[in-house]
């Protein structure tokens, strides 16, 4: 069935420098990508989402690029600040599955000092 | 204040012993969605809605009943609880059906059956 990789699991970088989360599915017909952003304790939070007829977009430190020919999608993060440190999740949705999402399995990202 | 509130946020059960967890927007969404979270499987869907009285599954419905009889409110039912639904649950609400929107989450719900 459809399904959405994430990696990696967890993500250790120092501060300043950049993290890299990366995601495939399997739908080809999957259109719509967000990522959203869990702190601990908290619920999940969107921060950035991309359409299949972009490959990249950008808000400040952070953005996503598509590759529809590979089927894969990423999540940049520059200059990374203690507040980054939070569980990603990427996601995808097709027009195939009416309006069901598929998660991936989340990423760990820790900022060290 | 718009925002999807869920209840109760703790819960501590019995296996077999019937609960329901209630979720409410004030958005006026008309989509809604049961999440349940569980370390290393990340969030998977259980049931979604699109409009009133229109629910389906989603990738893990067994065990669980849903029902949306008004637009703001879908509760999730658990017949006859186990300890494998054991988990953190979330209910999440956007604008419309459509792909293009951002999901709100609710606070979570944290349910342990024993």
């Known amino acids: 069935g459809e399904n959405v990789e994430q990696h990696p699991s967890t993500l250790s970088v120092q501060e300043g420098d950049s993290a890299v989360i990366k995601c495939t599915y399997s739908?080809?017909?999957?259109?719509?990508f967000p990522w959203y952003k869990q702190e601990l304790g908290k619920r999940p939070q969107l921060i950035i989402d991309?359409?299949?007829?972009?490959g990249e977009k950008k808000d400040q430190r952070i953005a996503v690029t598509l590759n529809k020919t590979a089927k894969h999608f990423s999540l940049h993060i520059t200059e990374t600040q203690p507040e980054d440190s939070a569980v990603y999740f990427c996601?995808?949705?097709?027009?195939?599955?009416?309006?069901?999402?598929?998660f991936g399995k989340g990423t760990r990202l820790h900022i060290l000092p | 204040e718009a925002q999807v509130t869920q209840n109760p946020r703790y819960l501590i059960t019995v296996t077999g012993k019937k609960l329901t967890v209630t979720c409410s927007q004030n958005?006026?969404?008309?989509?809604m969605s049961w999440y349940r979270q569980d370390p290393g499987l990340g969030l998977r869907q259980i049931y979604y809605?699109?409009?009133?009285?229109?629910?389906d599954k989603g990738d893990v419905p067994e065990g669980y009943k849903v029902s949306r009889k008004e637009k703001r409110n879908f509760p999730l039912i658990l017949e006859s609880p186990s300890p494998n639904q054991t988990s953190l649950y979330f209910c999440?609400?956007?604008?419309?059906?459509?792909?293009?929107?951002?999901?709100?989450f609710g606070p979570g719900t944290r349910l342990t059956v024993l």
């Open positions: 996601a995808a949705k097709s027009m195939n599955r009416d309006d069901k999402i598929i």
């Open positions: 999440a609400s956007s604008l419309y059906s459509g792909s293009y929107n951002e999901q709100f």
């Open positions: 809605s699109m409009n009133v009285e229109v629910t």
């Open positions: 958005m006026n969404h008309e989509y």
């Open positions: 739908d080809s017909a999957s259109n719509y």
């Open positions: 991309i359409r299949s007829n972009v």
